[in-house]
């Protein structure tokens, strides 16, 4: 059975920064590209980032580029968020997902399993 289960959430001031784990379980998931989703009160959930499975390729929704950056350890099962210059408008709780395609595949119709969320709220 996968299991994926998000930490490093929290509360931070503008400007600052945060770091999101993901562990998964239940298979190998070097194979898997692994990403990042993000669903803020009162809207839908839209992408974040993603990597794939060998971690070569990364994509990354424009509104994060340059500020976050997506990483991972396939020793570990873990995929990260590194979040720096968090923005109010960042402010939502983020999810974990992974599925066996493309990052863009990913990024327009999301993943197959996913975790069950961890909040970042960003204070102005």
């Known amino acids: 059975q996968v299991q994926l289960v998000e930490s490093g959430g929290g509360l931070v001031q503008a400007g600052g920064s945060l770091r999101l784990s993901c562990a998964a379980s239940?298979?190998?998931?070097?194979?898997?590209?692994m990403g990042w989703f993000r669903q803020a009160p009162g809207k839908e959930r839209e992408f974040v980032a993603a990597?794939?499975?060998?971690?070569?390729?990364?994509y990354y929704t424009d509104s994060v580029k340059g500020r976050f950056t997506i990483s991972r350890d396939n020793a570990k099962n873990t995929v990260y968020l590194q979040m720096n210059s968090l923005q109010p408008e960042d402010t939502a709780v983020y999810y974990c997902?992974?599925?066996?395609?493309?990052?863009?595949?990913?990024?327009?119709?999301?993943?197959?399993?996913w975790g069950q969320g961890t909040q970042v709220t960003v204070s102005s």
């Open positions: 997902t992974v599925a066996r395609t493309t990052t863009q595949a990913m990024a327009a119709v999301g993943g197959d399993y």
């Open positions: 239940g298979r190998t998931f070097s194979t898997y590209v």
């Open positions: 990597i794939s499975g060998s971690g070569a390729s990364t």
